[in-house]
């Protein structure tokens, strides 16, 4: 086999076009490499050569799912690579999910051998892990280089079509894909001693980790909305001008809570995002883009809602971790319970 | 976060863009947005339409306030 012939996906960011100004980005060809695929190629040495990258961006990839999709395949598809690698994405929740589609898409309709890589709460995982390789990697590109020592071997044996073993073996992310195998002891010996270190309180690996669906049911509708006391809560990151609180633009570890009594419109005067992980351009300029305060106030007026909480709650959810999302939100939620909020209207961006 | 606050006993309604993210973290009312930098306006139309395409989205996320759910449910038009 001669040199391995791969093609890399990297966002608007990683490519070096621009920030989140840049994310509506259409997909775009390079030849050869571009940014983290110089750190890959190294890695890669001589074994294999990245011969195009394809870039899009992420806001673009995301708003627009099926038509970026197509278009990223055409360009993948005039390099006949023999490994498509895409990102790494870290904790970018956009570029993650376009990673984990494109990967998917490369791998199913084009028959491709594929992989992606990234933090694992990025929501690229949960969506993806089933049906592609995904390399767990740190939530931020400081951690480029311990990603890229992980992603070369497994390409390099994903493109040479060696079997690929176990997660564990392997260190990509668990995809709930069961093998069978013969073990040297028999069920009932494994499951007593397992037994018996969990009685010891010694740590023991089950064979049959139950999976992890956390789901809440739906809570009941509201019988009158036109009674109903409404509260507003962003994960946009929209906060009064000059962002009092500091809430960071990137991984919270605040929220705001802040008192719109008597206000009838956001302005750009007065409110603005201090979310870092979309253009801010249009939230700055009119915050109801992002929470609606305005349109409430006229059904409030109408009658057609009851009232509008006083306080709204913000905070950014830009590689925010999950634990301190659920923190944010139970603390908010526990306020708003008692404040007598009958349901809640939750934006995100 | 619409997780939590669901747990919490509220019913909530999740209005974003990234329809698949929405569903992954467990949001059970769903009302798709505009885009990712303004999920409640489009910048391109005048102040008038651009208030009424937003009432329009919030009117969309009461009537999801108000319709009875067993499952995470995708309130498109």
């Known amino acids: 086999m001669g040199k391995i012939r791969i093609v890399h996906y990297l966002n608007q960011f990683f490519a070096g076009i621009g920030g989140e100004e840049k994310a509506d980005f259409k997909p775009e060809v390079r030849e050869g490499v571009v940014g983290p695929g110089m750190a890959l190629q190294a890695g890669f040495k001589d074994e294999a050569e990245i011969v195009a990258t394809v870039i899009c961006g992420d806001s673009y990839f995301n708003e627009n799912i099926e038509e970026a999709k197509a278009k990223v395949l055409e360009l993948v598809k005039q390099y006949n690579p023999d490994l498509f690698i895409a990102g790494p994405a870290f904790n970018a929740g956009r570029y993650g999910v376009a990673c984990g589609a494109i990967t998917e898409a490369v791998q199913n309709e084009l028959n491709i051998p594929a992989l992606t890589a990234m933090y694992e709460e990025n929501p690229g995982v949960d969506l993806y892990r089933k049906s592609i390789y995904i390399i767990p990697t740190k939530d931020s590109a400081v951690g480029m280089r311990d990603a890229v020592s992980k992603i070369v071997p497994f390409a390099l044996k994903l493109a040479k079509g060696e079997k690929i073993g176990s997660p564990e073996e392997e260190g990509y992310i668990k995809r709930g894909i069961r093998v069978n195998y013969f073990a040297d002891k028999r069920g009932s010996q494994r499951a007593v001693e397992m037994l018996i270190k969990k009685i010891n309180g010694e740590k023991y690996e089950t064979e049959y980790p139950m999976p992890d669906f956390d789901r809440v049911t739906p809570n009941p509708a509201i019988k009158d909305i036109t009674k109903a006391k409404i509260a507003l809560v962003t994960s946009g990151g929209i906060v009064p001008k000059g962002n009092p609180d500091h809430i960071e633009s990137s991984s919270a570890s605040k929220y705001g809570k802040y008192d719109i009594e008597g206000l009838m419109d956001l302005t750009a005067d007065t409110f603005q995002t201090a979310h870092g992980g979309y253009d801010p351009v249009y939230a700055n300029e009119d915050a109801d883009r992002v929470l609606p305060v305005d349109v409430l106030r006229d059904l409030e007026k109408e009658g057609k809602i009851g009232k509008l909480h006083r306080y709204y709650y913000s905070t950014v959810g830009n590689g925010t971790s999950v634990a301190n999302a659920k923190k944010f939100a139970s603390e908010i939620a526990k306020e708003l319970v008692a404040d007598g909020v009958d349901a809640v209207i939750l934006t995100s961006t | ?77």
């Open chain 2, 1 to 77: 976060m619409v997780k939590e606050i669901e747990r919490a006993g509220l019913p909530v309604v999740h209005i974003c863009t990234v329809v698949p993210i929405s569903l992954t973290v467990g949001a059970n009312r769903i009302v798709p947005a505009i885009a990712i930098p303004h999920p409640l306006g489009n910048p391109q139309l005048g102040p008038e339409e651009e208030k009424a395409l937003r009432r329009k989205l919030v009117e969309k996320a009461l009537k999801a306030l108000t319709t009875e759910v067993s499952d995470q449910t995708v309130f498109e038009d």
